[in-house]
């Protein structure tokens, strides 16, 4: 069983940044891999980013890749989503997610997510 608690969202104006933290709990945890996904109101919940737990390789959507960095520290069981260049299109509620499957783009292949966190981006 994973456990997983985002924080760090909020209002920020276009260009600004955000930096996003997932903190996982659980015993197995080394051995998920983890994801950020996004859901806009009346969208679907949508693919951000993606890290291995074993040598940091990461994955990007084309929407965010060059604004967005995911990154991990290993030993406090966190993950973290840095938001640069953010734009109004950016805004949804972003959420942590855990898969045994490195690099998938499918939510379904994700077993444990958060409870997600807001981020509204004004022009």
């Known amino acids: 069983q994973v456990q997983l608690v985002e924080s760090g969202g909020g209002l920020v104006q276009a260009g600004g940044s955000l930096r996003l933290s997932c903190a996982a709990s659980?015993?197995?945890?080394?051995?998920?891999?983890m994801g950020w996904f996004r859901q806009a109101p009346g969208k679907e919940r949508e693919f951000v980013s993606a890290i291995s737990w074993s040598i940091g390789s990461t994955y990007y959507a084309d929407s965010v890749k060059g604004r967005f960095t995911i990154s991990r520290d290993n030993a406090k069981k966190m993950v973290y989503l840095q938001m640069n260049s953010l734009k109004p299109e950016d805004t949804a509620v972003y959420y942590c997610?855990?898969?045994?499957?490195?690099?998938?783009?499918?939510?379904?292949?994700?077993?444990?997510w958060g409870q997600g966190t807001q981020v509204t981006v004004s022009s």
């Open positions: 997610a855990a898969t045994r499957v490195f690099g998938s783009t499918v939510e379904t292949t994700y077993t444990y």
């Open positions: 659980g015993r197995t945890f080394s051995s998920y891999a």
